[in-house]
């Protein structure tokens, strides 16, 4: 997905906890996919990039016929709560690279969706995070 993005000029950011799912190394997994746009696109490009790869628009997500899981796009600007400053980092992945949040950021991320949405499987994920 990253480098799809990357391919067609979209800079964007991946958080919440698909982030989180790549440094918990699988033991936490995520159904959704979000970026955070660093940058300017159009709706349609960012159309037109997802459909490349077969995700289509539904409503404020993307889906895919094959696949289970779907992916959003949160408005931005990209932070932690009301904190922006954010570290980000790149990974390669088989499929290109990723721009993501860094390890420190994605735990930080966990611990701001336990405190606002009183969500205790976040806090076990932040933890994880954070003993890696």
Known sequence: M??????????????????????TRGAYQ????????????????????LASIGFVRAGDRYVHDHLRFYVEFPRGPLAIGADYRVNTVERRTR???????????????????????????SLHVAVII???
Request: glycine letters at 8%.
């Open 2 to 23: 990253g480098a799809t993005l990357r391919r067609h000029g979209i800079n964007a950011v991946l958080t919440g906890g698909a982030c989180a799912a790549l440094y």
């Open 30 to 49: 995520s159904v959704d996919m979000d970026f955070v746009l660093a940058g300017s696109t159009t709706q349609a490009h960012l159309d037109a990039a």
């Open 95 to 121: 499929y290109g690279r990723l721009l993501m949040l860094s390890a420190t950021d994605s735990c930080r991320d966990r611990l701001a969706a336990f405190y606002h949405w009183n969500d205790r499987q």
């Open 130 to 132: 954070a003993r890696r």
